[in-house]
T-cell receptor, first 115, second 115 residues
């Protein structure tokens, strides 16, 4: 069984300051992990993904995440927040192909960026 | 590449009527499509997985007779909400995956409101 826990339902930062969105995962298998962003009433946009290659993954819009197996974490970071980063972020774990390629979503973290 | 569209983007229907939502892969052949629903301020929940030419596999708790899924071609899947009720109001999102790709590409979502 797989699951993800997003440790914060809301995060508020000032523009220009660092962003940290926390995610812990549980998986019986070697996981694939993703971060998606969703702006209000919009679909999902893939920010980045980890699929057992480099543990530090760089994504779009300056975001990156580090896979830490010992801590079962996959936190999302950005050095400097921009107003346009305000959105909801989902940490997602994917099961192995033989189990149907299903994605399991975390509860989401709403990021607020203050000017 | 890997663009998925949904139609309509927004629909309002009366209680007791049925509504059909289309999901199309525009530039690739989607052997598998997934349907999710997202209640306000909640995460995405997988409803069903459909493989082209086969019956959909529904997640536990999802009524297959209420949410009819058809995946008759490699570029189109439809979700029909039958005899809709206000509690079916939600944001429905599809994703599509090509054979051997293992990646899911998300549509922009459909906002269903049942009055």
């Amino acid at each position: 069984a797989q699951s993800v826990t997003q440790l914060d339902s809301h995060v508020s930062v000032s523009e220009g300051t660092p962003v940290l969105l926390r995610c812990n995962y549980s998986s019986s298998y070697s996981p694939s992990l993703f971060w998606y962003v969703q702006h209000p009433n919009k679909g999902l946009q893939l920010l980045l993904k980890y699929t057992s290659a480099a543990t530090l993954v760089k994504g779009i819009n300056g975001f990156e995440a580090e896979f830490k197996k010992s801590e079962t974490s996959f936190h999302l970071t950005k050095p400097s927040a921009h107003m346009s980063d305000a959105a909801e972020y989902f940490c997602v774990v994917r099961g192995p192909r033989e189990y149907g390629n299903k994605l399991v979503f975390g509860a989401g973290t709403i990021l607020r960026v203050k000017s | 590449g890997a663009v998925v569209s949904q139609h309509p983007s927004r629909v309002i229907c009366k209680s007791g009527t049925s509504v059909k939502i289309e999901c199309r892969s525009l530039d690739f052949q989607a052997t598998t499509m997934f349907w999710y629903r997202q209640f306000p301020k909640q995460s995405l929940m997988l409803m069903a997985t459909s493989n082209e030419g086969s019956k959909a596999t529904y997640e536990q708790g999802v009524e297959k007779d209420k949410f009819l899924i058809n995946h008759a071609s490699l570029t189109l899947s439809t979700l029909t909400v039958t005899s809709a009720h206000p509690e079916d109001s939600s944001f429905y999102i599809c994703s599509a995956s090509a054979w051997a790709s293992y990646e899911q590409y998300f549509g922009p979502g459909t906002r269903l409101t049942v009055t």
